[in-house]
């Protein structure tokens, strides 16, 4: 499966939104439960990812609510309503309905 | 707190071999899969394994497979890679993970440098 993020960056000014998508070569909505095997993930240099998102559109614990996840399918948005300077990171979406797949990553600035 | 701890890399030659290990805490190891993931300098993340919670499943992505092997130790908490006929492509930092439904937790990961 392969994952396709647009665009490859984006500078958005301080307290505006951010809008990262995500597309799939496959359905990753499995119709026996009804989810959607999407990921978010956030970069920051020289740290792991860390989870944001999961199942398209369910927080992590902890994770602010500016972080919103939608889409079904074969097209996801992530979407930051007020970003904020610890917001600048890289942004990956990953499958999770066949083994793992990432996108090719979203460098966010200010 | 979950803590997953990878050790085992360094600078090796084009054909060599390295073996990972990833030390778990904080979690009961034996019932989650568990996953190398790995980031070329400056690239994206690249999925290079899993394994089963009993380790009797494995799946390798493409790149790996034939060259990599995947194994764990339930009893020692540890999970580990061994990472055979290296090519020059294979330098990245390899992360550690928990899976839970997907990649919830990463190690800070090794780095692995394959070089002439």
């Known amino acids: 499966i392969v994952m396709t993020q647009s665009p490859d960056s984006l500078a958005v000014s301080l307290g505006e939104r951010a809008t990262i998508n995500c597309k799939s070569s496959q359905n990753l909505l499995y119709s026996v439960d009804n989810k959607n095997y999407l990921a978010w993930y956030q970069q920051k240099p020289g740290q792991p990812p860390k989870l944001l998102i999961y199942?398209?559109?369910t927080r992590e614990s902890g994770v602010p609510d500016r972080f919103s996840g939608s889409g079904s399918g074969t097209h996801f948005t992530l979407t930051i309503s007020s970003l904020q300077i610890e917001d600048v990171a890289v942004y990956y979406c990953q499958q999770y309905i066949s083994t793992r797949t990432f996108g090719q990553g979203t460098k966010v600035t200010i | 707190q979950v803590q997953l701890v990878e050790s085992g890399g360094g600078l090796v030659k084009p054909g060599g071999s390295l073996r990972l290990s990833c030390a778990a805490s904080g979690f009961i190891f034996s019932h989650h899969y568990m996953t190398w993931i790995r980031q070329a300098p400056g690239k994206g993340l690249e999925w290079v394994s899993f394994i089963s919670s009993s380790g009797s499943d494995v799946f390798y992505a493409d790149s790996v497979r034939g060259r990599f092997t995947i194994s764990r130790d339930n009893a020692k908490k540890s999970l580990y890679l061994q990472m055979n006929n290296l090519r020059v492509e294979d330098t990245a930092v390899y992360y550690c993970?928990?899976?839970?439904?997907?990649?919830?937790?990463w190690g800070q990961g090794t780095l692995v440098t394959v070089s002439s």
């Open positions: 199942w398209a559109s």
């Open positions: 993970a928990r899976e839970n439904l997907t990649t919830d937790y």
